[in-house]
């Protein structure tokens, strides 16, 4: 299948004419050579006449070209029988060409298309309103009749419900919602005729943290998205891990470093890599900066930045204070109870030189 967009049509225009103006003035220049061959007429015309035959061609190329108002498309199809056939088709220079896939509800006649990625944003400020603990955000964004089904049989009704619900929710435990995937999809029925909102498909890893336990939730959610507004949702949950928190005490020796800087914070997979987050502190102003955190016990991986990211610690792969997860490396400690942790030199596993 041959298909010309309207630039490359009037391309191919250029590229015939040229053609044909080089055979022309090839055909010129023999019958300057041969021109007793040639009838007077012809010879009047090709041999007197060169540059009125080149204005003749640029003229062609120029009717042709005011001509082409829209794409077209050429298919053939030759079979092993030697049969072909042709069809032309026309279209506008900026429709664009989708395929649906899919069905929904059993119904084969149904399909999907791709959503927009507008709606997926409002889905993605949802959840970073839910972090910051914006109620009032949140329900400029949820729809007049929202409902929304959790993976407990909980449902809730209404903007009055859900604010209600998000209310108590903030009040006893904070949220970190770490994206992993999400796409938003157009329903299509039998007939043709497309849904005004998307549906965002997406995975999430949400924590919610109490003064004693974080709960870690691999969630999925489907979420119908219309007129921005969010009018519905429904949870579904792969896996749900509880660990306890302990109290631990993080400590970075900066009298070393030479570049210049105003903050020093911590960042780890127990505050989301937040960047400014936990702000650390130097009370005696010795150089070393210290904060106390309440983490998850077990394994957990950190490292200290300046001025939120502008400047971090970075680790070459098994240096002995640090882990390499996929393609970031780490600081890494393990804790089992509340604790002090060694005070580190920024940037190396070692102690700072006095």
Same mark, same amino acid.
């Not at 009125?52 to 120029?62: E, N, P």
């Not at 108590?168 to 770490?178: A, G, L, P």
């Not at 005004?196 to 997406?202: A, K, L």
């Not at 007129?227 to 993080?250: D, E, P």
């Given at each position: ?7 490359? %049509?009037?391309?191919?225009?250029? #590229? ?6 080089? *055979?022309? =003035?090839? /055909?010129? @220049? ?93 889905? %993605?400020?949802?959840?970073?309103? #839910? ?6 955000? *949140?329900? =400029?964004? /949820?729809? @007049? ?109 900066? =009298? ?99």
């Amino acid at each position: 299948m041959f298909i010309y967009s309207k630039g490359k %049509l009037y391309l191919l225009i250029i #590229q015939i004419a040229s053609v044909f103006a080089l *055979l022309l =003035s090839n /055909a010129c @220049d023999r019958t300057e050579e041969n021109n007793r061959k040639k009838t007077s007429l012809i010879k009047f015309v090709l041999t007197k006449n060169k540059t009125f035959m080149k204005k003749i061609t640029v003229l062609i190329l120029i009717f042709f070209s005011s001509q082409v108002n829209f794409t077209w498309a050429q298919t053939t199809e030759s079979t092993k029988n030697g049969r072909a056939h042709s069809a032309m088709i026309q279209s506008t220079m900026d429709e664009t060409i989708t395929r649906a896939a899919g069905f929904s509800g059993g119904n084969a006649d149904s399909s999907w298309l791709i959503g927009d990625q507008e709606n997926l944003n409002v889905w %993605l400020k949802w959840c970073d309103l #839910q972090m910051k603990e914006d109620i009032d955000g *949140l329900m =400029s964004l /949820a729809g @007049d009749s929202i409902t929304i089904e959790g993976f407990h049989n909980e449902k809730i009704h209404g903007k009055a419900e859900l604010k209600e619900f998000f209310t108590r929710w903030f009040e006893n435990y904070d949220v970190i919602i770490k994206q992993e995937w999400g796409i938003p999809v157009k329903f299509i029925d039998k007939d043709g005729n497309k849904d005004d909102g998307d549906w965002i498909i997406n995975g999430h890893e949400l924590q919610t943290i109490s003064s004693e336990k974080v709960t870690r939730e691999d969630n999925q959610a489907n979420v119908y998205i219309k007129n921005s507004q969010v009018q519905f949702f429904k949870i579904y949950n792969h896996s749900t891990t509880t660990t306890k928190l302990v109290s631990a005490t993080f400590s970075v020796d900066m =009298s070393s470093y030479k570049g210049e800087f105003k903050n020093v914070f911590l960042n780890g997979a127990f505050n989301n890599w937040c960047g400014s987050c936990n702000i650390m502190t130097d009370e005696n102003k010795d150089g070393v900066y210290e904060i106390t955190l309440d983490v998850p016990s077990g394994e957990i991986e950190y490292k200290f930045t300046l001025d939120g990211w502008n400047t971090q610690e970075v680790f070459e792969a098994g240096a002995p204070c640090t882990k390499t997860s996929t393609q970031f490396t780490n600081r890494v400690a393990n804790l089992e109870s509340g604790t002090s942790l060694p005070v580190a030199c920024f940037n190396t596993c070692g102690l700072c030189e006095q």
